[in-house]
């Protein structure tokens, strides 16, 4: 049963190194273009947070037996804490503000959870808390990409709309100005005939 275990382990720890590398391509165009273009730092940022988070969990004095988790969310921790270096370096002033100032949040909320644990609780009061952590910020992680989805869609969503009326008042500027030039033509039908005939003083 350990055995299996083990292997299990070793099996989803390389699954999860793929799944930290897989951004590696994004970050060779950020350094090739030299630009974070219009990629967003907060899922790095969030998913440095629950690989630390889960580091914490997996360790002897907080949960037995885990090993594996605390390894491979460390090789994590570091590989996404190096994604976030590299966005911060390219990205411009108002991103890299907004990115560091997520990443001093995290790493104090981090911080403040693991003091409590270590300090305050004690056993399986402390695994239950820290586990309750890392599930919230692994739940926050998954949902970080929202962060970028929800603005571009309610934006594409508002420039539709705004086609849509912009099509509408064409149309009936154009409705408008037809029943104007008929009633023009109704009420002064001289001026009208003059208006189609051709300058006689040209040749």
Known sequence: MNVLRFLSGVLGNAAGLF??????????????SRSTEQFSGVPYVMTFLNCIAFT??????????????STINGIGGVIEFTYVVIFLIYAQKKERTKVMGLFALITTLFL????????ALHGNTRKFFCGVAAALFSTIMYASPLSVMVPNG????LGI??????????????????IIKDDFTEMDPEK????????????
């Open 19 to 32: 799944l930290f590398l897989a951004p590696m391509v994004t970050f060779k165009r950020i350094i090739s």
């Open 161 to 178: 709309a705004q086609l849509i009326l912009y099509a509408i008042y064409c149309k009936n500027k154009s409705h408008t100005q037809n």
């Open 112 to 119: 403040a959870i693991a003091f409590v644990s270590l300090l």
């Open 154 to 157: 309610l934006g594409t969503g």
């Open 56 to 69: 914490w969990y997996g360790l002897p004095f907080v949960s037995r037996n885990n090993l594996l988790l």
């Open 192 to 203: 009208a005939d003059q208006a189609k005939k051709p300058d006689s003083h040209h040749p």
